[in-house]
């Protein structure tokens, strides 16, 4: 029951963006013992995806998405990651991630950036509206890199996403890396229209099929 009374409080106050109780809760989440990927996967992405439906609704705004997503990020960089190193089960392995040219939602992108650091991988992550080539040249630059992940909010920008598939293709890149697509828009037919290998709708699947096509599930 205390474990759940503290998983509650936390899942509040990212939500409330109270990042000075959220980084108390999930300290002492910590120090119970629970597992740093189950705070991740049980509390703050469900929380900053019920952040996001709020905000879909009208009941929140631009501002309360901030605060929300300040919350998650401090939890999660100054309480959460630093206790990552140990166990990750894809250590080696560099993934990147950005929000696609003309979108400057990041909110999807965070979550997944969480809970792929949480399993161990090393993110390197590019913000918002990133073209093209840039997503090219950082994969170019390392060969350690087998994810690309691909945010993009508005179906106006989605086309982008293909954008970067395309300029994969040009560098001759595209095969040694999986590429995840992923924002409310995002579908399974739209994955296959543009050649890209999983859909990063739901973050948590995303993950596990990611995990599976690397052999490190």
């Known amino acids: 029951m205390f474990l759940k009374d503290l998983k509650?409080?936390?899942?509040?106050?990212?939500?409330?963006?109270?990042?000075?109780?959220?980084?108390?809760?999930?300290?002492?989440?910590?120090?119970?013992g629970l597992d740093v990927r189950q705070i991740v996967s049980e509390v703050l992405?469900?929380?900053?995806?019920?952040?996001?439906?709020?905000?879909?609704?009208?009941e929140y705004f631009i501002a309360d998405l901030i605060a929300s997503a300040e919350a998650f990020k401090q939890v999660f960089d100054e309480v959460l990651k630093p206790r990552l190193a140990s166990g990750a089960v894809s250590r080696g392995i560099v993934a990147v991630f950005g929000t696609v040219r003309g979108d400057i939602h990041e909110l999807g992108k965070n979550i997944a950036k969480a809970l792929f650091e949480a399993e161990?991988?090393?993110?390197?992550?590019?913000?918002?509206?990133?073209?093209?080539?840039k997503f090219a040249e950082v994969v170019e630059s390392r060969e350690e890199?087998?994810?690309?992940?691909?945010?993009?909010?508005?179906?106006?920008?989605?086309?982008?996403?293909?954008?970067v598939i395309e300029e994969l293709k040009r560098r001759g890149l595209r095969s040694k890396v999986i590429v995840v697509v992923?924002?409310?828009?995002?579908?399974?037919?739209?994955?296959?229209?543009?050649?890209?290998?999983?859909?990063?709708?739901?973050?948590?699947?995303?993950?596990?099929?990611?995990?599976?096509?690397?052999?490190?599930?």
């Open 120 to 133: 161990g991988f090393e993110v390197i992550d590019l913000g918002v509206d990133v073209p093209p080539e």
């Open 145 to 163: 890199i087998k994810v690309v992940g691909l945010s993009a909010l508005m179906s106006t920008t989605m086309i982008e996403q293909e954008k």
């Open 8 to 32: 509650e409080k936390l899942y509040r106050a990212v939500i409330e963006g109270d990042p000075e109780k959220a980084l108390s809760y999930a300290q002492d989440l910590v120090l119970s």
């Open 182 to 217: 992923g924002g409310a828009p995002v579908t399974e037919d739209w994955v296959r229209k543009i050649g890209a290998d999983v859909c990063g709708d739901d973050a948590f699947r995303a993950l596990k099929k990611v995990k599976e096509l690397l052999g490190v599930a």
């Open 45 to 58: 992405a469900p929380a900053m995806r019920t952040v996001g439906e709020m905000y879909e609704k009208g």
